[in-house]
């Protein structure tokens, strides 16, 4: 069964001070993996998918990087505007059903001005 | 362009009611999903529709659960006798064939069963 753990649970940060947040996963052939931002009331919010160990993608001040174990998505600068929790999942060929993705609980990140 | 919809935004019943939800996906995205999103908890993959394909239903947590798509596109999600564990935020997305596509999703029906 596919399972995806994110960590920290919710993170404080001051205007400016990076950071990363950690996905770690186990899945039964990965098919992909993505990171998604949730607003408070809204759906997720695709942001990245990497497919490969040592792929790389970036956007703006968020940076995702993959290894064969777990995803970081590492956050440079971060403005207010940049809170929300952020959402890292899994499509595996046994997980959430063959053909869905598998969620992590999320990261609730708040930055402070 | 336009994104996916669900409608209605927000929905309140009785337990034991029956209640249905509607979702539009993007146009010409072939797949669609169903989660639910529990609070505190990741959101739950639920069913999912590939073309004219049988629909995977490997995620539906009860008999209660039904969901079916016309004409490949608009899909209505059916809860029956809902429970109060069935209360939730759902969400609908669609994406593009292959498998590995990404989704896309909709901002989500809040239930609210008392």
């Known amino acids: 069964e596919d399972q995806v753990t994110q960590s920290p649970e919710a993170l404080r940060l001051q205007e400016g001070e990076s950071s990363s947040l950690n996905c770690s996963y186990t899945v039964s052939g990965l098919r992909g993996l993505f990171w998604y931002r949730q607003d408070p009331g809204k759906g997720p919010e695709f942001l990245f998918t990497?497919?490969?160990a040592g792929e790389e993608k970036e956007k703006e001040r968020l940076k995702a990087t993959l290894t064969k174990k777990e995803s970081f998505l590492h956050i440079t600068a971060p403005k207010p505007e940049d809170s929300a929790t952020y959402l890292c999942?899994?499509?595996?060929?046994?997980?959430?059903?063959?053909?869905?993705?598998?969620f992590g609980k999320g990261t609730h990140l708040i930055i402070q001005p | 362009g336009a994104g996916v919809s669900q409608s209605p935004s927000n929905k309140v019943t009785e337990k034991g009611k029956d209640v249905e939800l509607r979702c539009d996906p993007i146009s010409g995205h072939t797949a669609l999903y169903w989660y639910r999103q529990s609070l505190g908890q990741g959101l739950e993959f639920l069913i999912y529709f590939q073309g004219n394909s049988a629909p995977d239903k490997s995620g539906l947590p009860s008999d209660r659960f039904s969901a079916e798509r016309t004409g490949g596109s608009v899909s209505t999600l059916t809860i029956q006798r809902t429970q109060q564990e069935d209360s939730a935020v759902y969400l609908c997305a669609s994406s593009l064939p292959p498998r590995e596509g990404t989704q896309y999703f909709g901002p989500g029906t809040r239930l609210l069963v008392l």
């Open positions: 990497l497919y490969s």
């Open positions: 999942a899994v499509g595996g060929h046994s997980g959430g059903g063959a053909d869905g993705l598998t």
